[in-house]
């Protein structure tokens, strides 16, 4: 399979855990928010995906969580051509990735607890089995006296870390955030990426969607940047993968 | 809340209780079955009428004899009654007595008149045989060959013009039913539709959580069909409650004569909720699927 060259460091499809090979994407019929994006991500690996609004950062997790199809090129996942998966399989693989939305998308009929429990009940698992899981990832994230809360009656930033709870706590194979920093002050947000960082340690591969470059400075992990669609950096930036 | 328990707690259910929302739909549901399980009852009541009446036209046959020469009217009468008694097809034949014709023309001729001094025709009543029935050129015939001056009325103008509204009154009904139910179950298509894209946001969360479309369509299906058959019964009750009174005000054989509704009839709503929960699953599981595919 041939490579773009400034994907430097690309691994071979079936070896990375997500591998884009001059992938576009549109809306509709409208122009391509995405332009020919080349690149994959190492199985543990942990990125940061930069560019101004409107470059198409969303647009880009949501081909991966598979909301949305490629209208050109080739796009790999857990080393599968994403465009030969059957439709059958595609919830077993939305299980595997843990998605923190930029409008978060809780649901406003359940509690915190019941809203963070959501993918395990999913999965198939008993409440047995999680439920002091789910209590103790609810406190982690600062969440103890808000458990029994309905979304609605949640501030921002509590809101942010419920969606961050629900999308790590499946262990997914890949976590993929969306400006999961947005909301929240500066401590809270280091402590969120302190759990990002943790998740990865145990295997997770991380992608962040992120404005905050206090965050990626920090963390000193890999940025890929957008701009207008566009993929212009890949790897290290300013720091050690 | 501190006093959280999460050894106590029990998952939520994954679609929003019913809200107002909910509440007009069935509100409507209910109404449009209603509708459609009274249209069904004046059908089933139009029919039974209209078979009433040509079955108690077609059994019949009137003979008017007028006396001849110096015969009198109560021998002619006697004469017809006997010569039509053995065509076959003929039951029972019965002349009527002079009192009974003459009441017939009392009201055109008035009381006053002295009625046993006119030549009153007299009436011959025949029973046919419901089976085969005698035609009424045989009756005719027959009361031709003992030289009697007769018309034979078999009724056939008034039946073919009952059987002709009856016919009509029959298509109306079933076409005015079918219309009814027609826009009931689109009425529940739409308002599952409606209620299920309110709730889209439920969908799309628990696809991108994993969940199967299969166990989401479901999730709605259930959900639906539910308050469908439910909002179904309601209407169900109400017309065959309607029915009943029609058929206790009526009384014993059906006296209302316009709409006899059978304690049977009432059996026909019976379909009415399930029917209505067929659509709304149907509808919700068409909608649901709908959902998904236009999020990928
Ligand atoms: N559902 C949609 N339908 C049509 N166009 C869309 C849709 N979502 C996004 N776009 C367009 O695609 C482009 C990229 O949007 P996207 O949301 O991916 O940007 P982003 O980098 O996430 O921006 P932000 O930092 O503000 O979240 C924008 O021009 C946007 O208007
Ligand atoms: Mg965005």
Redesign the interface.
């Known amino acids: 399979m041939s490579r773009q060259p400034h994907a430097q460091g690309a691994l071979d499809a079936d070896r990375a855990i997500l591998a884009f090979d001059d992938v576009s994407m549109r809306y509709g019929r409208g122009p391509e928010t995405l332009k020919d994006l080349s690149f994959s991500l190492a199985p543990g690996s942990f990125h940061f995906l930069t560019g101004a609004s409107g470059a198409g950062k969303s647009s880009l997790l949501k081909l991966i969580y598979l909301a949305a199809k490629p209208s050109k090129g080739l796009m790999h996942l857990f080393g599968q051509d994403v465009s030969a998966i059957p439709v059958k399989e595609q919830p077993m693989l939305r299980r595997r990735i843990g998605v923190v939305f930029q409008e978060f998308r809780l649901l406003d009929h359940m509690t915190a607890f019941d809203n963070t429990a959501l993918p395990l009940r999913i999965a198939g698992r008993k409440p047995d089995s999680y439920r002091q899981d789910v209590a103790e990832l609810l406190a982690w994230v600062g969440l103890r006296s808000r458990m029994h809360a309905m979304p609605a009656t949640l501030a921002g930033g509590e809101k942010q870390r419920l969606a961050i709870a629900r999308a790590v706590v499946n262990r997914p194979d890949i976590l993929l955030a969306d400006e999961p920093t947005g909301n929240v002050d500066h401590e809270m947000g280091l402590r969120i990426l302190r759990l990002f960082v943790e998740l990865n340690r145990l295997g997770t591969t991380v992608l962040i969607a992120t404005h905050d470059q206090d965050l990626v400075a920090r963390s000193g992990k890999p940025v890929l940047h957008l701009e207008d669609g566009r993929l212009t950096a890949l790897g290290p930036v300013g720091g050690a993968a | ?2 006093d ?1 328990d ?2 106590r ?4 259910p994954f ?3 019913a809200d107002a929302r909910d509440g007009a739909l069935t509100f409507v549901v209910a109404t449009l079955c209603f509708l459609a399980c009274l249209t069904a009852l004046t059908v089933l009541a139009t029919d039974r009428a209209a078979r009433g009446w040509s079955d108690q036209l077609t059994g019949q046959a009137t003979v008017i004899v007028r006396p001849k020469g110096a015969e009198t009217p109560d021998s002619a009468a006697a004469r017809a009654a006997e010569a039509l008694s053995g065509v076959p097809g003929v039951g029972e034949v019965r002349a009527l007595e002079k009192e009974k014709a003459q009441a017939l023309v009392a009201p055109w001729l008035g009381d006053a008149a002295d009625l046993d001094d006119l030549p009153v025709p007299r009436l011959v009543a025949v029973e046919l045989d419901r089976k085969a029935p005698a035609t009424a050129q045989a009756l005719d015939r027959a009361l031709k060959a003992q030289g009697l001056d007769a018309v034979v009325d078999d009724h056939s103008v008034w039946l073919k013009d009952i059987q002709h509204a009856a016919g009509f009154a029959r298509w109306i009904g079933i076409g005015v039913f079918t219309l009814i139910a027609a826009a009931a179950g689109a009425v529940v298509a739409f308002a599952t539709r409606a209620g299920l894209t309110a709730r889209h ?2 969908v ?10 299969d ?1 989401i369509a479901r999730l709605f299906q259930v959900r639906f069909a539910r308050m469908a058959a439910i909002a179904g019964l309601f209407g169900a009750t109400g017309a065959a409650i309607m029915g009943a009174i029609l058929r206790l005000m009526g009384g014993g054989q059906g006296l209302t004569p316009v709409l006899p509704v059978a304690w049977t009839d009432l059996l026909a709503v019976l379909p009415c909720p399930v029917a209505a929960g067929l659509v709304a699953a149907v509808a919700a599981r068409l909608t649901a699927q709908g959902l998904i595919a236009k ?2």
């Open positions: 809340m501190s959280f999460p050894g707690w029990k998952p939520a679609l929003p209780e946001e439920v799309e969360v628990l696809h991108l959580a994993g969940a199967e479309d166990f999020m990928t």
